[in-house]
Nanobody, 127 residues
Framework: QVQLVESGGGLVQAGGSLRLSCAAS????????MGWFRQAPGKEREFVAA????????YYADSVKGRFTISRDNAKNTVYLQMSSLKPEDTAIYYC????????????????????WGQGTQVTVSS
C-alpha cells in the first residue's frame, strides 16, 4: 500500500511556471508506475502525464505536451510535474496516482488503472 501527498500548487500568472511534487510513503515506490491527473470545476478528471517505474518511459496529454515534464526520484519516493508556459485553462486540482506495475517500462494513462490517489493540490493560472 502507498500513501500519496501532493504539494507545490498555487496561484501563478499565465506564462509562469510551477513544480508539483508528490511524496509517497512506503519502501516500494520504485515498483509503482505514477501518473498526474487534473480536474477543473464542472469538468471530468483528465489525464495529464504518466511515468514508468524506472522513469524511462513517459507520456503526455496533447494539451500539455511540450509544456509539462513528469519525472521521478525513486531514492526520494517522489514524482514531480514541472509545468511551464501555464495557461488559464490549466487551472484545476492536480492529483497524483500510483499503481503497481509488472514491468519497469510500463505507464498508464487511464485513471481507472490506478489504485492509489493523493488528495490533490490546487493550481490556479490567472490571465
Amino acid at each position: 500500500q502507498v500513501q500519496l501527498v501532493e504539494s507545490g500548487g498555487g496561484l501563478v500568472q499565465a506564462g509562469g511556471s510551477l513544480r508539483l511534487s508528490c511524496a509517497a510513503s512506503g519502501r516500494t515506490f520504485s515498483s509503482y508506475a505514477m501518473g498526474w491527473f487534473r480536474q477543473a470545476p464542472g469538468k471530468e478528471r483528465e489525464f495529464v502525464a504518466a511515468i514508468s517505474r524506472n522513469g524511462g518511459s513517459t507520456y503526455y496529454a496533447d494539451s500539455v505536451k511540450g509544456r509539462f515534464t513528469i519525472s521521478r526520484d525513486n531514492a526520494k519516493n517522489t514524482v514531480y510535474l514541472q509545468m511551464s508556459s501555464l495557461k488559464p485553462e490549466d487551472t484545476a486540482i492536480y492529483y497524483c496516482a500510483a499503481r503497481g506495475s509488472p514491468s519497469p517500462s510500463y505507464y498508464y494513462t487511464m485513471g481507472a488503472r490506478y489504485g492509489y490517489w493523493g488528495q490533490g493540490t490546487q493550481v490556479t493560472v490567472s490571465s
